[in-house]
C-alpha cells in the first residue's frame, strides 16, 4: 500500500522589505538527525548542569499541586491516538483510492467508489486537523508549565538544529526544484534572524509540515487582513481616499 510521503514542501516567503523569496522545507537526512540528537544531549545536560530539573521531576510537582491530573494525562494519550488513527485512515484511504485510479475503468460504480473514498478523505482530513488542534493546545498548556525545564531546552534546541539544516532557498523551473543554499548556515544565525517575515512563515510551514498537516498560512493572512479591514471605522476608507 502507497504510503504518500511527502519529501518536501515549498513555498513563497515576503520579507520585512517586502521582497519574495521562494523557500523549502525537507525531511531531515539520517546524519541530520543523529547531529540533532547529539545537539539536544548536549543542552539537556548543559542544562542540568545549571540548574534546570528534568521533565520528570517538575511534572510530578505539577501532580502533588493538582496542576496535571491523570484526567489531563488520559486527555493527552486519547489526543495522540487520534491523530495517529487519522494519519493510519488516510494512509489507507491514499492506497485505495490510487489502486481505483490504476485500474483505469469509468463505470458508474468505479465512479461512486471514488466519490465515496474521496469524501471519507475529505472526513478524515478534517478529524485529523481537528484532533491536532486540540492536541497542540493541549501541548502549549503543557509548555507553558514545562518550560524552565531541561528537557524543554533540551528539544528547542533539537528543533532548531534540524530547522537550520532543511530549510533552503530554491529556484523552481518547469518540474524541477534546485536547492541555492541554506536560509541560515547554522542554528546561530538562525537564532539571530531580524526578519520577522521570514522567520515566522519558515517556522509555520516546517512545523505543519513535520506535522504532516497542510498549510494555511495564506488562508489565515486572508482572513486576518479581513478582520482588520472589517475593524476599521467607516469614514477611515473615504477619509484615506480623499
Not at 159 to 181: H, I, M, P, Q, W
Request: with cysteine; proline share 1%.
Amino acid at each position: 500500500m502507497a504510503t504518500n510521503v511527502i519529501e518536501t514542501r515549498v513555498f513563497d516567503c515576503t520579507r520585512d522589505d517586502g521582497a519574495v523569496v521562494k523557500i523549502r522545507v525537507r525531511l531531515a537526512t539520517r546524519r541530520e538527525l543523529e547531529a540533532a540528537d547529539l545537539e539536544q544531549s548536549r543542552i539537556f545536560n548543559q542544562a542540568l548542569l545549571s540548574g534546570l530539573p528534568p521533565r520528570m521531576r517538575m511534572v510530578r510537582k505539577l501532580r502533588e499541586q493538582g496542576l496535571w491530573t491523570r484526567e489531563d494525562e488520559e486527555s493527552l494519550n486519547d489526543l495522540r491516538s487520534k491523530v495517529q488513527q487519522a494519519n493510519a485512515r488516510l494512509t489507507r484511504l491514499d492506497g485505495e483510492i490510487e489502486a481505483l485510479g490504476n485500474v483505469g475503468s469509468s463505470t458508474d460504480a468505479t465512479a461512486e467508489r471514488a466519490a465515496k473514498l474521496n469524501a471519507e478523505k475529505a472526513e478524515a482530513v478534517t478529524a485529523r486537523q481537528d484532533a491536532l488542534q486540540a492536541l497542540n493546545r493541549l501541548r502549549s498548556e503543557i509548555d507553558s508549565m514545562l518550560g524552565h525545564t531541561a528537557d524543554a531546552k533540551a528539544d528547542d534546541a533539537h528543533r532548531n538544529f534540524l530547522l537550520a539544516c532543511v530549510a533552503e532557498y530554491v529556484t523552481v523551473s518547469g518540474d524541477k526544484t534546485n536547492a541555492t543554499g541554506r536560509v541560515w548556515a547554522s542554528v546561530d544565525g538562525l537564532l539571530a534572524e531580524q526578519d520577522t517575515g521570514l522567520l515566522q512563515r519558515t517556522v509555520y510551514e516546517y512545523m505543519t509540515f513535520n506535522a504532516g498537516m497542510a498549510s494555511e498560512w495564506e488562508t489565515n493572512q486572508a482572513a486576518s487582513a479581513g478582520e482588520a479591514t472589517a475593524a476599521k471605522p467607516a469614514g477611515e476608507s473615504a477619509a484615506t481616499a480623499a
